[in-house]
């Protein structure tokens, strides 16, 4: 217990250090050293307190920061909200915030086991699963077959009484979540959709070919079917719940895949006693994450930031760009930034899996290292642009007023530099 | 020519996009088309669901790249229909990429299961050491007459041709079929480890599979405005060539 109590301290010293000197938020290194000293430390931090775990491909932070504003009503959260979504960071997220009841913590996909076994947590929100550029290597059927058997062993939860066991909440519109998730012992469904289809198919289960109709999918070579979800959006601004739940919510991150991802929080602050009426207006706070979304203001310009990893979260991106003009004016230019260096992934041929022909009629610009690929696919696409070779040319290219950004990990991250912290 | 090829227009056949998709192969399609149209010639593309049937009178077959479970599934479909060697018979021509090269050849290896190919290249697969990731510049067969081939590479197979298949290109840069070669070629068969997608960097790939497909010289493919494919070329061959 003295080894944990000194890792933990040395957590919080090397994190503070870490963000005094400047050299990043801390959230990563601080955890690494006290792991160091105390492998287990994860597993003595979250000893005694509640916890939810939000894992996925998309997301997942978005879904985290919207959970721990629900959870907060019951008193303070730790989370690990800057996405340093590992081990480390996790470590980290719980040693800075002892006194915290609760804690939701950002997971990496591959990392679901490890923290699962670590953190014993009472809720597991499980998003969707799609190609990601660090996992083009990486089937992602091959995740949800591993997510199935991780899942399959909260069965074997023997030492806690059934009721204490992990529950977990799933997206049904995700064929390969819902395969994962069907394993465990307690599952909630949610309809938390799926713009994204190229990923689900083929069945999970026997490798039949899945069929679809609206929302709803089957397999034909066996019995996995879309399970009943008994929460989703109503519509727009309502989420409908078990009992006849019908609960306003009114977001200001746009976009329909964050109502849906509110759905799942909502879900998953009820599991731990929080009533969608009171955890409704804490969602509505949420108005960027780490820059997510954030709007800034520039030379007269209103900048609104978008982050697109992957090619279903350029789908949802585009699903949030602005289309609506006041009377008479055009529709706001468009700014997309492609990077491909390591973290982003190196291979670009996902911007063929995007179509971007919902862009046609704004003025589109592009940029980022990789300005040429997205050239090329434009043209094929069919969609006029304009190349810049830098952000500050994209400014200054375009006329005073609104300008919606969507660039991938890296090129976001310059484009942040650039406007300083934009929060 | 079997009566169904309709010379009123190009039929592009793109083969179980649902199963051999994974890594932007539709643009394949898109640019062999959009290259089609710019010559004012009129484009049917036609995706073709692992459930239905390959129609046997297409012009150009497209066949994309997948993951193991899929990939397994659409060589036995593949097989099992017969379509598409059924249109290479009558002068069809093929442009496959990535995993489609190793289905189209004779067997490929799924961890340890051999499995049988479509038969089109005379070419056998099997696993490499490692997986091969990153960009790839090869020097194409001086007989096809194609500047420098470029695009990126992600692919644990490796392919050994056989003596009725040529190299596409000899490797500058990366891996290919084994280090030294890449891709394979053999009548209007073509096939590539490359995606990117392929033809995105190398649009006298695109126009040499179209001039197949027409039965015209790739001299006589009148040229088309293509200032931002070469600025891509020159950016990506500039990027990874050893000077
Ligand atoms: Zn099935």
Redesign the interface.
Known sequence: MVRAQLATALVRTAARLSRMTGRGDGSVIGGRIGLAVEPRLLTVLARGRQVALVSGTNGKTTTTRLLTAALSTLGPVASNSYGANMPTGHTTALAQSPNAQHAVLEVDEHYLRTVLAETRPQVVALLNLS?DQLD??M???MLADRWREVLGALRQQTDVPPHERTHVVANADDPLVTWAASAAPRVTWVAAGQRWQ?DS??CPQC?A?LKREGVDWACPGCDLRRPEPSWWLADDDTVAGPDGLRQPVSLQLPGRVNRSNAVTALAAASLFGVRPADAAPRLAEVASIAGRYATVERDGRTIRLLLAKNPAGWLEAFDMVDRVSPAGAAPPPVLLSINARVVDG????????VDYASLRGHRVLVTGDRR??L???L???EVPFEVVDTFTDALAAVPPGRLEVIANYTAFQDIRAELGRAN | MPTDRSDSHLRIVWVYPDLLSTYGDRGNLLILARRAQARGIDVETIPIAYDEPIPRGGDIYLVGGGEDRPQTLAAARMRADGGLTAAVSQGAAVLAVCAGIQLIGEYFHIEDKQIAGAGLLDLRSDRGDSRAVGELVGEVDPRLGLPLLTGFENHGGRCHLGPAANPLAKVLVGVGNDGATEGAWAGKVVGTYLHGPALSRNPALADLVLSWALDVPLSAMPPIDDTWPERLRAERLAAVMPR
């Open positions: 190609r083009r290597a089937e992602v059927g190229e198919w083929v490798g070919h190196l291979d670009t041929s996902w911007l063929y899996d040429f690929d050239a090329v696919r043209e094929v696409n």
